[in-house]
C-alpha cells in the first residue's frame, strides 16, 4: 500500500525539526510527493525558528478558566453544526495544507504551544471508569444533560465527572491513576500522546473536592501530568499526592510520594515527601510544611483496594485518620534502677543469692555470684523477633491491544489494519463471524516474575446479531493462540443483542492469571459458537492491579 502524504508529512516533520535533515535531504528522500511536502516542509521550518512569545501563567490560568466555564454553559454540538457545504470544503486538499499553515501560526500566536518533540498534533486518548462505589454523573462535551455512568466506561478528553456520593477511581491510557472521593468535580482537559508513542500528557481541572493520584513515571522528559484548580497548578512526574480544592478556591497539595510542583501567581513552590502548602486565590503557594496526618489512598468504606502483604492485617480506619504505629519486637518488663537483667539459659530460673561481704586479705577472695537453682519447668518456646516486611509499591495498568488473530481470514489484526479499532469506544468495529474465533494480544508492561497479581481484568465493549443465541457466545483467556493454544479460563461470554445493546462488560479473570509472566503472554480469545449472527468488538482492554516488592 502507498504511503499516504500525512503519513510522509509525519515522518519529514520529525526528521526535519529534530535536524537530522534537510528540507532538500528529505525532498529528494520522497520524490514522489515533493511537489506537495516541500511547501509544507518550508512553513514548519520557519515557524519552528520564530520564538514563541511568552505568557504569564495566571494568564493563561484565568483564560482556561473562563473557557472551560464558557464549554460548560454554551449550547451543545447538537444546536451548532457546520453546513454540509462547508464540511465538505474544508476536506479538500488545498484547504488541509492552508489550514496546516494557519493553525501553526495561531498555535505560535497563543503562547508556544510548539513543544520541542512536536510532530503533528497529539493522539487523543482515553481514561476509563474503573471503579465506582456508587453512581455517578458525566457531561460530555456533545450532551446537554448530565448521566449516569457506570465502572468499565470510556472517557475522552473534555468530559466532566461528578462523585456524587461516591467514590471512583479513573485509570488512564498510561497506567496512572486519579481517586475521586465523595463531593469531587473534575474536567478532562486533556489525555494524549505523540503519534509515535513517547510524549504523553494527561491535564485535569478540578473545580471542588479531594482526588489522590498515583503517577506512572515517563520516561519523555515532555510528558506531563498536572491538576489545575482555581488557585493553582500541581504538576508532577511518577509521585503520589493529594488535592483538596475548598469551595471558595482554596487548594491544599500534600504528597505522599515523590515531588510535586505547585504554582499560583508565577510562583512555584517545590514539595517532597511528606510535604504540603495552601494556595488561596490570587496569592502565591504558602511555603512548604510537613502534612498534617496521614496522606492515603481512599478506601471506600467496606472494601480494601491495596492487600497487605503476608502475615500483615491492616485495620481499616475512617479516612483522614492516621494509624498508630505499634512498636517492632517485644515490650520489656522495666527493671529496678540501677539492675540490669541478665539473660538465663533456656531451661533456668534465677534465684537470687545473699550477698557476701569479702573479707580483705593478700589473697584473691571469691567474687559474689550468683546462685542458679535448677527447676523442673517447661522449656519456653522460642520467641522470634519479626523481621520487617518491604512495602510493596502498588501498581495499576492498562493493557491495550497491540494485534491478533482472525480465524476466518487466517490474518493478523495489523495485517487486517483492526488493531485502532479495538483501542477506543469510537464506533468502528472489528467483527468476529460465526462459527470463528478472534484472539487478542495485548501491550507487554513487563510484570516481573516475582510481582504479586491482586486484580486482572478484562473489558469489552460489544454488541452481537439481533437474533444471537444467548449461550453462544464463549470468552477465553490463555495464550499462544492460534499455533500453539493454551486455554487458562473460559466462561459464556453476555450476549448484547442489537447495536442499541452495545456497552461494557467487565470479566475477571484473577483466578487464572496468578503471576507476571502470565500477565505478559495474556491473550483474550472471542469465540463465537453461533449459527447465523456476529459479534462485534468496539474496544477491549485489560486492567492489572500488582504489588511491587
Not at 481484568?457 to 437474533?467: A, F, L, Q
Request: glycine letters at 8%; proline letters at 10%; a negative charge.
Amino acid at each position: 500500500m502507498k504511503p499516504r502524504l500525512s503519513e510522509r508529512l509525519d515522518e519529514c516533520l520529525t526528521a526535519l525539526l529534530s535536524g537530522e535533515e534537510t528540507v532538500d535531504d528529505l525532498l529528494q528522500r520522497f520524490p514522489d510527493h515533493a511537489d506537495r511536502l516541500r511547501p509544507l516542509l518550508e512553513a514548519a521550518e520557519e515557524l519552528h525558528q520564530v520564538p514563541a512569545p511568552s505568557c504569564r501563567r495566571a494568564a493563561t490560568k484565568a483564560g482556561k478558566r473562563r473557557m472551560l466555564e464558557a464549554l460548560a454553559a454554551r449550547p451543545r454540538a447538537s444546536e451548532a453544526r457546520l453546513p454540509e457545504r462547508w464540511r465538505s470544503t474544508l476536506v479538500t486538499p488545498a484547504a488541509r495544507a492552508a489550514l496546516l499553515a494557519a493553525a501553526g501560526i495561531m498555535l505560535i500566536l497563543a503562547g508556544g504551544l510548539l513543544v520541542p518533540d512536536w510532530i503533528g498534533p497529539g493522539v487523543g486518548q482515553p481514561a476509563f471508569l474503573h471503579y465506582t462505589s456508587a453512581a455517578v454523573e458525566v457531561l460530555t462535551p456533545d450532551a446537554e444533560d448530565w448521566r449516569e455512568m457506570e465502572a468499565g466506561r470510556t472517557l475522552a478528553s473534555g468530559d466532566r465527572i461528578r462523585s456524587g456520593n461516591a467514590y471512583v477511581e479513573l485509570v488512564f491510557f498510561d497506567g496512572s491513576s486519579t481517586w475521586l472521593e465523595p463531593g469531587t468535580d473534575v474536567t478532562l482537559v486533556e489525555m494524549s500522546s505523540g503519534r509515535a508513542g513517547g510524549r504523553t500528557v494527561i491535564e485535569l481541572y478540578q473545580w471542588i473536592g479531594s482526588t489522590y493520584s498515583t503517577i506512572q513515571p515517563a520516561p519523555d522528559p515532555y510528558s506531563s501530568f498536572s491538576i489545575e484548580m482555581a488557585a493553582a497548578v500541581a504538576a508532577v512526574r511518577g509521585t503520589e499526592f493529594r488535592v483538596t480544592a475548598e469551595a471558595d478556591g482554596t487548594t491544599t497539595v500534600a504528597v505522599a510520594a515523590g515531588q510535586v510542583a505547585v504554582t499560583a501567581e508565577d510562583v512555584t513552590v517545590e514539595l517532597s515527601e511528606g510535604e504540603e502548602t495552601t494556595v488561596r486565590p490570587e496569592e502565591t503557594p504558602a511555603a512548604s510544611r510537613p502534612c498534617v496526618g496521614s496522606i492515603q489512598k481512599p478506601v471506600p468504606p467496606g472494601q480494601t483496594r491495596t492487600p497487605q502483604p503476608p502475615g500483615q492485617t491492616r485495620t481499616p480506619h475512617p479516612p483522614g485518620h492516621a494509624r498508630t504505629p505499634q512498636p517492632q519486637g517485644h515490650t520489656g518488663t522495666p527493671q529496678p534502677p540501677g539492675q540490669t537483667k541478665t539473660p538465663e539459659p533456656p531451661g533456668q530460673t534465677r534465684t537470687p543469692a545473699r550477698t557476701c561481704t569479702p573479707t580483705p586479705t593478700p589473697t584473691p577472695t571469691a567474687t559474689p555470684t550468683t546462685t542458679l537453682t535448677e527447676t523442673a519447668v517447661q522449656p519456653p518456646t522460642p520467641t522470634l523477633t519479626p523481621t520487617p516486611t518491604p512495602t510493596p509499591i502498588p501498581h495499576t495498568d492498562m493493557l491495550t491491544v497491540a494485534d491478533g488473530y482472525d480465524e476466518r481470514s487466517s490474518q493478523s489484526l495489523k495485517q487486517l489494519n483492526a488493531v485502532d479499532r479495538l483501542t477506543s469506544s469510537d464506533d468502528h468495529r472489528s467483527a468476529t463471524d460465526y462459527g470463528y474465533f478472534t484472539s487478542y494480544e495485548f501491550t507487554n508492561i513487563g510484570v516481573p516474575d516475582d510481582a504479586t497479581i491482586t486484580s486482572v481484568t478484562v473489558y469489552c465493549e460489544h454488541y452481537e446479531g439481533d437474533s444471537f443465541d444467548p449461550g453462544a457466545l464463549e470468552w477465553r483467556v490463555g495464550a499462544r493462540y492460534p499455533n500453539s493454544p493454551t486455554t487458562w479460563l473460559t466462561a459464556p461470554a453476555p450476549v448484547r443483542a442489537g447495536e442499541a445493546s452495545e456497552g461494557y462488560d467487565a470479566w475477571d479473570v484473577s483466578s487464572a492469571v496468578t503471576a507476571g509472566g502470565l500477565v505478559n503472554q495474556l491473550q483474550f480469545i472471542v469465540k463465537n459458537n453461533d449459527a447465523a449472527e456476529g459479534t462485534n468488538m468496539d474496544h477491549v482492554y485489560v486492567v492489572v492491579e500488582w504489588l511491587e516488592w
